[in-house]
C-alpha cells in the first residue's frame, strides 16, 4: 500500500508519517506492508505516553537485532521483513513493537536459537555460543522494555484525565 494509505490507517497526514520515519530512523518503501502501520501506531502510542525518542529508538534497534539473532528474518526473504511482520498481538512471551512471539517470556533466562529457515553460510561460532549472544541482547532489550513499561505505568492516569477531560471539551 502507499504512503497515504498507511496515513491514513494510523490516523495522520502524510508528511507527519514522513517525520516519523526521520524521527525514529525507520525505512522508507515504495510498497507498505499492514505491519509497517501497526509499527507505527505502536510509535504514536509509546509518545503519546511521554516515552522518550531515545528509548523508542533502542526498542526497535533491540527488537530488530533479536529477531536476526534469532534468525526470524529468514521467514520473509524481503527487506522490510521487520515492519511486516508487527501485529498489535501483546503478552509475556511477545516483544512490546513487533508483538513477534519468542516462545519464552521476554524476561526468562532461556531462549531457543537455531531456528534458521534461510539458505546461509556456516555461522563461525555453534549455536551453543550464539544462544549466549541472544540472551545477552534479550537482556538489554528487557532493561529498555522495563524502563518503556515504567514510563507508561507513570503517565497512564494522566493520559486518562486526559482523555476524560477531552471528551468533556468535544
Known amino acids: 500500500m502507499k504512503i497515504s494509505k ?9 508528511p507527519a508519517v514522513f517525520t516519523l520515519q526521520r524521527k525514529f530512523g525507520l525505512p522508507v518503501y515504495d510498497d507498505y506492508s499492514e505491519g509497517y502501520a501497526v509499527l507505527l501506531r505502536k510509535i504514536l502510542y509509546l509518545q503519546i505516553f511521554s516515552v522518550p ?8 534497534k533491540h527488537e530488530r537485532s533479536l529477531l536476526e539473532l534469532l534468525k526470524v528474518d529468514s521467514l520473509q526473504n524481503t527487506p522490510d521483513w521487520f515492519e511486516s511482520l508487527c501485529t ?6 511477545r516483544l512490546l513493537l513487533s508483538g513477534h512471539d519468542i516462545g519464552q517470556p521476554v524476561y526468562g533466562n532461556t531462549v531457543q536459537t537455531g531456528l534458521d529457515f534461510k539458505e546461509r553460510a556456516r555461522e563461525l561460532f555453534e549455536d551453543r555460543e550464539m544462544g549466549a549472544d541472544v540472551l545477552r541482547s534479550l537482556n538489554r532489550y528487557a532493561v529498555t522494555l522495563d524502563r518503556v513499561c515504567q514510563r507508561m505505568a507513570d503517565e497512564i492516569d494522566l493520559v486518562q484525565q486526559a482523555q476524560k477531560w477531552c471528551r468533556q471539551v468535544l
Open 6 to 14: 498507511i496515513a491514513i490507517m494510523v490516523g495522520k497526514s502524510a
Open 53 to 60: 525518542i531515545a528509548d523508542i529508538k533502542a526498542l526497535l
Open 88 to 93: 498489535m498481538r501483546s503478552g509475556p512471551k
